[in-house]
């Protein structure tokens, strides 16, 4: 009896065993050389001798406005290269020294720039996929990037607001407001009302 059990614990092992190890084979070098993670938000790509990382946009979750582009370049290349970015009719064009590393992020302390890039014409909303071509002197790859929002808690900082309108209001004082609480602009709105 007592061979009959390991007999048959001997074959059930066996029986688990080359399932197992079959399964082994797709996670070998050979089938996933040519897969590569993208860790964390953004897109990837490979445009001449450039590498463009984290490429995203955040607006606000209603898809209302406008919307921030974010990414980085590193430049593998011998020699300086010129790079321009085009989403939603906005270019914005930048110089990336040989091996070094250019970062859009205003908010981040290893910005290169402290000026967001803000696409006001986005004809895409959060949760969608946007085309960014990037070009490198004469090659030039579009890639499709997330569109995320300020759902993301993290995200709230970066979402661009409405520019302010360059045209006064008609109203400059508000009703019932004494001239005299409201300095000059109280008196020439009752120069102007009076």
């Known amino acids: 009896m007592k061979r009959h059990n390991r007999a048959a614990l001997a074959v059930a092992a066996l029986a688990l065993v080359i399932p197992v190890s079959g399964c082994a084979s797709l996670l070998s070098p050979h089938q996933t050389a040519e897969y590569q993670y993208n860790a964390g938000d953004g897109a990837w790509g490979s445009v001449g001798d450039v590498e463009v990382r984290g490429l995203m946009l955040i607006m ?4 209302k406005g406008p919307a921030q582009l974010f990414f980085t370049l590193i430049n ?4 300086s290269a010129k790079v321009s970015l ?3 009719g906005k270019t914005t064009t930048e110089s990336v020294k040989a091996g070094e590393t250019f970062v859009q992020d205003p908010e981040s302390s290893a910005s290169t720039s402290s000026k ?3 696409v ?9 996929l ?11 790859k579009t890639i499709r990037t997330q569109v995320l929002s300020n759902s993301l808690p993290y995200y709230e900082q970066y979402v661009p607001t409405e520019k302010p309108s360059e045209s006064p209001s008609e109203d400059a004082s508000q009703p019932g407001e004494d001239a005299s609480q409201s300095g000059e602009q109280g008196e020439s709105a009752t120069g102007i009302n009076g």
């Open 86 to 88: 085009d989403v939603g």
């Open 116 to 118: 967001p890039v803000i």
């Open 130 to 140: 946007a085309d960014v071509t990037v070009k490198v002197g004469s090659d030039e």
């Open 120 to 128: 006001d014409s986005l004809k895409a909303k959060p949760g969608d």
């Open 76 to 79: 593998k290349g011998d020699s």
């Open 60 to 63: 606000d979750e209603s898809g």
